[in-house]
């Protein structure tokens, strides 16, 4: 992927989130901390390099599986990330990433809902995983119970939905509009992808993660936790898997 690929992807993946960032700001809505909104791009930039130099040359060929290593150095990454900017906002602690096994007093039915509605959006045909069809074999399961959703959790409901609620000004109106924001960069990351020297755009694919991920955001929001989240999306990528 040539660096105005990166450039432009990176564009069509953060301008939606900024132009909303300044909408909020302009109306009075939110506070708009450039440094933070600048920290969040910067994590989302290093995150995502380490996501594309790092899979198979042949991906679009393997199945979903393949990408070991680059989800292990996405989590790597993610958790660098976290480590250097521990504690520098009230957001920031294990607490405010949702790095905790507590789950919010009466949050627990919401979350199952929300796995099982995880779970039926994976099995819909035309799923987003292009892998499909083919059962996993005993690596493949141990992959998608595992690294899909500890990586992503972390990166998308936990650092980012952090980092832009800092940079809004971090009230609970700020972590709500922080919340879409994080989704849109998750749909948008995950549906305007480069293929081969040009960038491929899939609204189907937009939609549809943006669905995932809003299930997502709230049981993150509900809950105060990425755990229940984290095995959420692992098992709607294995329903995609399987269906």
Same mark, same amino acid.
């Given at each position: 992927m040539s660096? =105005? #690929? =990166?450039?432009?992807?990176? =564009?069509? $993946? $953060?301008? !939606? !989130? /900024?132009m909303l960032a300044l909408v909020l700001k302009v109306t009075g809505q939110t506070e708009l901390d450039w440094r933070w909104f600048g920290v969040a791009a910067l994590t989302y930039? /290093?995150?995502?390099?380490a996501g594309y130099w790092t899979l198979p040359a042949d991906v679009a060929s393997? !199945?979903?599986? =393949?990408?070991w290593y680059s989800r292990i150095a996405q989590l790597a990454i993610g958790a660098l990330i976290a480590a250097l900017l521990w504690k520098r906002h009230k957001l920031l602690t294990a607490e405010g990433l949702g790095l905790t096994f507590r789950q919010k007093p009466g949050s627990l039915p919401w979350s199952l809902l929300g796995i099982a509605l995880l779970v039926t959006l994976g099995l819909m045909p035309g799923g987003m995983d292009a892998g499909a069809g083919d059962v996993p074999g005993s690596l493949g399961l141990?992959?998608?119970? #595992?690294?899909p959703g500890i990586e992503e959790e972390l990166m998308y409901r936990g650092l980012e939905v952090s980092l832009l609620s800092a940079a809004l000004g971090g009230t609970a109106k700020a972590i709500g509009w922080a919340a879409v924001m994080a989704t849109m960069v998750f749909a948008l990351a995950h549906g305007i992808v480069p293929n081969g020297a040009t960038i491929g755009?899939?609204?189907f694919m937009i939609g549809y993660v943006a669905l995932a991920g809003t299930i997502l955001v709230a049981m993150r929001l509900k809950s105060g936790s990425l755990v229940l989240p984290a095995v959420g999306h692992n098992l709607i990528g294995l329903a995609m898997r399987l269906a």
């Open positions: 660096i =105005a #690929t =990166a450039l432009i992807l990176f =564009a069509c $993946w $953060w301008l !939606p !989130p /900024l930039a /290093l995150y995502s390099l393997l !199945p979903a599986e =393949a990408r141990l992959y998608h119970l #595992t690294l755009v899939s609204p």
